[in-house]
């Protein structure tokens, strides 16, 4: 056996091993019912510990392809091609090599507990089923009739809702702009996914804030982007940092979300807006401009949108109704320059040849009604005395232990934990009370933070939550000081 393993790939030597072993079997190299080297043997002979060897004897084991007995040796399986020579696909390999990156596991973890019942989740980005405007949905549904043509739509979206959401725009956001430059996307996620396949290429730099939603999407990694950190303070991202960044490393794109950040929910600067603008047209780095919350500002003053203040054509902005209607509705929307909003529909059409009718029809029919504005209205309140059950049970039950900025809209407050504390640790004893937050470390370069979003939860609800949290903070202490 020439083959050696490569010891300085990232792939486990045992993985190798399995690999090669495998390409033999299929070349016919090892027929089925023969046998595979002894583990002694194959050790001396690739010179790696007998452990190694183990291990991938024991993951071919698990793939069907070889069978073991104990004193009786390793042995190619005799039925693995079948009576046709047909084997079946190593699914296990196709997950893991896929160039699509999945979740960080304890984002799936975090979903996963949520679906006990009694679990208070202020781990979630969705509105409670309370703050939607169900009764409006269905007045829509029982008094208009659907006459909508049940084909393909337009590429960009069904007109009548972009023109919709072009006078959305400029009625809350100040935003001009028609229906020829929007894409209607399946929620903003979508609509990021389009941005970075269509527009940059791997190797591309990035900037994202510091900390960010942006921060936990593995969807820069899994296009070969390099990211690079915009640290946020109590004015959002500081433009000067974008400066030292593009000098180092040629920015070709600007992630933001200027308006309640998630996580922390502060708002940019109106001075960092403009200075972000001016940097924009210096450098030609488009921004993108993440606009999910601009409209709960708990005052009803919406503060001036990137967009609004562009004057030309650097910004992409994307919104959605996830956050201040219906998640399930899944409409999102892109604002940008006429040949961007096409080149970003050919590659959404050749996803999903465009967007369900049925929930573009509601969107239409509510944006259009005069119940929006009363709906945005009652969200703003409902969500302020949701912000005030979270901050008033923190200093409550916590008091100095803890340090935060209340928000003023969105659904997010990012608190500090003030004393060391592995938030992973705390995230387990949290689990087991029966609550979900979401730990700083994945959405930041830092620990030692935490995410709560108040926008699912009911007031009780809230406060019953941070007394589980309380607990099992209090029980890290215990353990840390016996």
Known sequence: MNWRPDRASKKAIYKQIAEYIESCISSGAFPPDSMLPSERTLAAELNVNRSTVVAAYEELQALGIVERKKGSGTRVSSSIWGISRKRIPNWGRYVEDGSFLPNLPLVQRIRSEALRTDFVNLASGELAPSLFPSEDFQRILAGMPFNEHLGYDHPHGNERLRDAIAAHVHEYRKISTDANSILITSGAQQALHLIVQCLLKPGDAVAIEDPSYSYSLPLFQSAGLRTFLLPVDKNGANPDDLVELHKKHRIRMVFLNPYYQNPTGIVLSEARRKRFLELSSEYGIPLIEDDPYSLTAFDGNVHQTLKSMDENGNVLYISSLSKIVASGLRIGWIVGPEQVIQRLADAKQQI???????????????????????????????????????????????????????????????????????????????????????????????????????????????????????????????????
């Open 352 to 482: 999903d040849f465009g967007h369900s009718i049925f929930p573009q029809w509601i969107a239409y029919q509510f944006l259009d009604s005069p119940t929006f504005s009363s709906h945005i209205e009652k969200l703003r309140q409902e969500l302020k005395k949701q912000e005030y059950a979270l901050s008033s049970s923190l200093n409550e039950l916590l008091g100095s232990k803890v340090s935060f900025d209340s928000p003023q809209g969105g659904i997010h407050l990012w608190c500090k934990v003030n004393q060391p504390v592995d938030d992973y640790r705390l995230l387990e004893e949290s689990l087991k009370r029966g609550v979900a937050f979401v730990p700083g470390s994945v959405l930041s370069s830092q620990s030692g933070a935490i995410r709560f979003t108040f926008g699912r939860g009911e007031e009780e609800v809230i406060r019953e939550g941070i007394k589980r949290f309380a607990s099992a903070l209090e029980s890290l202490e215990y353990y840390k000081h016996r």
